[in-house]
Every structure is written in C-alpha cells, then in structure tokens.
C-alpha cells in the first residue's frame, strides 16, 4: 500500500508554515519517539515528581546487560605482573688494537665481531642492519678502533639475580650493566655463554630479592597470544604484542634451530628479551628478527623455553654447554633418496660420511645408513636427530635404530663429546689439478668422468667429474666439474664403465632414480641421479 502525504495544515493543531509534508504513518512514529525521549530525559512522574534517570529500573536493565557483553581482551594485568622481570642490558667493549696485516678482519669497514664466514656473521648480514651488526651493537661511527656500546634486552629467572640474555649481546664484552624497569642499575657479570644457541647466562650481585620470570614448561600452539618486552632502540621497557605463527623454523643459523616464529613488532634491542604467554610465563626468547629494511616488518624468532632450560642449568653449573657426538656428518633424506633406498617415506637422517675413530664408526655404521630412530624415538629429519643427540650428555648410552643396506638393525654405542671447534678440510685446488683429458661421457646424465687417480688432488678412489653440461641432470643435482663420486647405488666406482654398469643395473631393476655418493672438497653427501628410460 502506498502512503500519501498529508498536508499537516490541515490538521487542528498546526498553522503556518505550510511547506513541510510528512506522512501520516511516519508523523505518529515520531511523536510516540519524541513522547518517550521527553519523559526519559525530563524524567516527569504525576505522584512522585521529577525521576533521576541514571538510577531508574529501566537504566540498571541496560547496565546488566552491557555487564554481561564480554569486554576486549587487554594484557594490562600481565604487563604489570611480568613487567619488572624485564631488565636492560647495556655492554662494552674495550678499545680494538688494529692488526698490522692488511687482510686482517680487524681492519674490515664492517666492524662486525664474528669471524669472517661463521654461521653468526652470514647470520646477521642476513638478519642484521645493513652493516652486519647484531642489532643494538654500536661502533665507531666513522669505521675507527674506538670502544664499542650495544644495547639488548634480558629478564631475571631467579631472585638472587640469575638472568638471561642473548651471547651476541654480552659477546667479548668487558662490562655488562643492566637496568630495571624502576631504573635501578647493576653492575653484572657473565656467567657463561653458547654460541650454538645464542643464548648467555648473567649474574647480579647483593640482592636477593629481584622479581624474576618463569620458563614454561608447556609448548606454545600455533596461533597463541604472545607479549614480547625488551629495549627496542635503547628506549627503556616496551610491550608488543602478537601471535605464535609457526615453530620449528630453521633460519640458517646452526644445527640446533628450532626457532618460535612470533608476528609481532619485535625491533633491535629486544633481543635477549622475553616472550611471555598470556599465564605470564616466558616461552622463548627473543633472538632474531627478519628485518631486509633494518626495521621490524613483524616477524620475530624466539629460542624455546625448553631449549633454554637445558642451556642455562649447565651454564650455571658449568660455564659452557657440553653436547653429545656421534660422528656422523648426515643430510636429509629427500623424496628421490628415499626411492633410490627403497623407504617408503622420505624421512629418517642419511649418514654421507661417518667420521674416522668417532662413536658411530666405532659401532658400525657406514655411509648410506639411515638413522631411523635415537632410543625408540622416531627421528624426522637430519635436523631433528642433531638437536636429539646434542640434548643428551656426554657419556650417555643410546640405542639407534638403523636401516643398512635394505635392513633394520639397531646399534647401540655411547655418546662423545662435540668438539669445540671443526677441523678444516682443505678442498682441492685448481692450481693443483692437472688438467685431464676430457674424460668419459656418462650416458643420460650430461657429465665427463675420469678415474680420480688420474687427476692430481683428487685422490685416489672414485671417479672425478670433469665436465658438466649445465642443461644437465647432473647439473639440476648440484653436479660441478672436480667433484668426486666414490659410490654409485652403493658400489664403490674407479672407472666411467663401472659407473655405466652401475646405472644399467638400476635401470635394468626399473628403478626411477640412482644414489651416488660424492665428494665435494672436505664433505660428502649422497645425490639420486634420475635413471632415463632407453
């Protein structure tokens, strides 16, 4: 039904003006409107008189109701309770003596701390700022050998004064100070440090009584609420917060990573600090952010609780961290490794090489073993059996599940300890070669191989490649000319032709793909080499 307008001058009540039309529907609507609005806010009663409308039955109605609509999540009472755990940790570093030789790292434009080409220094040239510092690590501003200032975050974990921070923020530092959050300071004194996990263990004398933070014995789920506080840019205490956006990263740091990876504004100078879950428990700790511009883009790694627990309880007791050692040097187990050895799922560490006189090597295991298992636990990947084994101590007695040559067997042996340091193993080198012949063709694979023994440098087992055709299969694998292969499908290999019988075979087993292990200046690894048809 269509409403008509009505002419309000024709109703008794109203006059002049006439230029305003309502309907007649909508002038009812508004009166009972304005009528009830009159009365709630004049508050008018015929027996009692003027009504307070703040306190009316029909405002307490409303009351209850908003009462009843869950507020907004806030972190305030967290904040407040964790809060001044968090303390500032400021270092430095004496005046550097400059060497005399040219080429020496202290004379490098970088000033950076760590040796050229170690993990922590490719580690910050790609996390970094853009000189390849750790964030917060100052130097001289024009390139000289004065002191060096940095700033980084850390928390208390006891009330004697034991904290925790980051090694790359106390690393080779002559003074460490921290501050509270009242803005109390303290003199501090390292106690101990890792660089594998980068992770450092401080003390601060003559109070029994700082407020400390607690390490979660849980594990964080993706998608959890996460707080992290620190001294971003040297500011003093700040809060971000954020979510758990994935765990187990690897960032190329080592073969321990099993980075948290937080969505939160994490900046320079947080690191060392805490991440707090919201029962107000720490569950990583702050150590790298993905920065290509040098300012937080949001993504953050902490270090797990529980790797942190391990870390510091030895370096409290001990002052360094002791890992235990197979001997092995291991790589994962891809999809097409996998089919070369017959498993059905690519999973499990690939031993390319064990070492000579380590533990492994002493119990029997062999290159092309896979390790499936470390006492009865199923082992993913390489990654995961080098944090297994490095988590266990030194002495320890461990059973190892291995598949050797197509067969399950178990091993059992006792764990070394890690070496502090990696013998370097010098690769070949070119002025060393003698330039073969050009060799022979392996057929389907795109390379020239000749015996190693024909080839200075090289050895004396195995095949050396001394071609590649770079639209290769070989050259999709990684393949590059001085490269050795001593097996092909678990044969040790002298010659081209036993190279090609060792690919007919498999070919002949109707195998998709062929694993050969090769060696690459010090190290080996094992690459399967896909078997063409015809």
């Not at 806030?74 to 080429?103: C, H, M, T």
């Amino acid at each position: 039904m269509t409403e008509r307008p009505v002419d309000l001058s024709s109703l008794p009540s109203y006059g002049a003006p006439r230029r305003s039309l309502f309907s007649a529907r909508k002038f009812a609507l508004m009166a009972s409107v304005v009528a009830g609005l009159g009365a709630a806010v004049y508050g008018f009663s015929p027996s009692s008189g003027p009504i307070d409308v703040f306190t009316s039955a029909a405002h307490a109605q409303v009351n209850n109701e908003v009462r009843k609509v869950e507020r907004p999540i806030g972190f305030a009472d967290i904040v407040e309770r964790v809060k001044p755990s968090v303390i500032s940790v400021k270092i430095n570093i004496a005046e550097k003596v400059a060497s005399k030789d040219k080429d020496d790292s202290a004379n490098r434009d970088d000033d950076t701390p760590f040796q050229p080409g170690s993990p922590m220094e490719r580690f910050f040239r790609r996390f970094g700022g853009p000189d390849g510092l750790p964030p917060g690590l100052r130097g001289n501003p024009r390139g000289g050998r004065g002191p060096v200032t940095g700033q980084g975050s850390g928390f208390f974990i006891s009330p004697d004064g034991y904290a925790v921070t980051n090694n790359h923020v106390v690393d080779g530092a002559d003074k460490v100070e921290v501050t509270m959050d009242d803005g109390k300071s303290y003199s501090a004194k390292v106690i101990g440090t890792d660089p594998r996990t980068d992770l450092a263990l401080i003390k601060v004398a003559g109070r029994t009584d700082f407020p400390f933070a607690k390490l979660s014995d849980s594990k964080p789920r993706i998608g959890d609420w996460v707080l992290a506080v620190g001294n971003p840019f040297g500011l003093g205490g700040t809060v971000t917060a954020g979510i758990v956006s994935a765990s187990g990263r690897d960032i190329g740091n080592g073969p321990y990573d099993d980075f948290i990876q937080i969505d939160a504004p994490v900046n320079k100078g947080n690191s060392g600090g805490p991440a707090f879950d919201t029962a107000g428990e720490v569950m990583g700790v702050n150590t790298a952010i993905y920065s290509p511009s040098g300012g937080s883009v949001g993504i953050a790694f902490s270090i797990p609780a529980s790797t942190v627990k391990s870390v510091v309880a030895q370096l409290k007791d001990k002052g360094s961290v002791a890992r235990g050692w197979i001997g092995v040097q291991i790589q994962p187990v891809t999809a097409d490794i996998a089919d070369s050895l017959g498993l059905k799922k690519a999973e499990g560490a690939l031993v390319a090489e064990p070492q000579a006189n380590g533990p492994a090597a002493k119990a029997g295991i062999e290159s092309g073993d896979v390790i499936t298992a470390v006492n009865g636990e199923t082992v993913k990947d390489a990654r995961e059996l080098a944090r297994t084994i490095g988590g266990l101590a030194p002495g320890a007695a461990v059973k190892l599940n291995v598949l050797h040559k197509g067969t399950d067997k178990v091993v059992n042996l006792t764990l070394g300890q890690l070496p502090n340091t990696v013998e370097a193993k010098a690769s070949i080198d070119d002025g060393d070669k003698a330039k073969p012949n050009k060799g022979t063709d392996v057929p389907k694979l795109g390379m020239t191989v000749a015996p190693a023994n024909s080839v200075a440098g090289a050895g004396k087992e195995g095949v050396v490649v001394t071609e590649v055709d770079p639209k290769s299969a070989a050259a999709e694998r990684g393949f590059k000319e001085g490269d050795v292969i001593l097996e092909v499908a678990g044969k040790s290999v002298a010659t081209a032709g036993e190279v090609r019988d060792a690919i007919n075979a498999a070919r002949s087993d109707n195998k998709s793909s062929v694993l050969m292990r090769v060696k690459s200046g010090g190290s080996s690894r094992f690459v399967a080499v896909p078997v063409a048809k015809g």
